[in-house]
């Protein structure tokens, strides 16, 4: 069992930034994936940014550019780095790894 702690989430301005943590209850260099999701109210989960084990990322369309997914081995914490945030990011995020466990979420609303 791995368990996730995820943080940072708040209410922002359009246009500002926060950083989301994910404190992982494993040794974060031995996992093979791991990942930022996001839900928002009304639709289905979704990936936003991957990161695997040898350190390959991925990002969806939507994020391309402004957001950066990033861990800390030492710490073993997954970080999610949100820049020039829209309204259309509010959701709640959650990471997971080896898509499978899955942290409590936390919520990121921007307002316009």
């Not at 989301?20 to 928002?40: E, H, K, M, P, T």
């Not at 989960?45 to 695997?52: C, F």
Request: net charge neutral.
């Amino acid at each position: 069992q791995v368990q996730l702690v995820e943080s940072g989430g708040g209410l922002v301005q359009a246009g500002e930034s926060l950083r989301l943590s994910c404190a992982v209850d494993a040794a974060i260099a031995s996992l093979n994936y791991a990942g930022w999701f996001r839900q928002a109210t009304g639709k289905q989960r979704e990936l936003v940014a991957d990161i695997t084990r040898d350190g390959r990322t991925n990002y969806a369309d939507f994020v391309k550019g402004r957001f950066t997914i990033s861990r800390d081995i030492a710490k073993n914490t997954l970080y999610l780095r949100m820049n020039n945030l829209s309204p259309e990011d509010t959701a709640v995020y959650y990471c997971n790894v080896e898509k499978y466990y899955w942290g409590q979420g936390t919520q990121v609303t921007v307002s316009s």
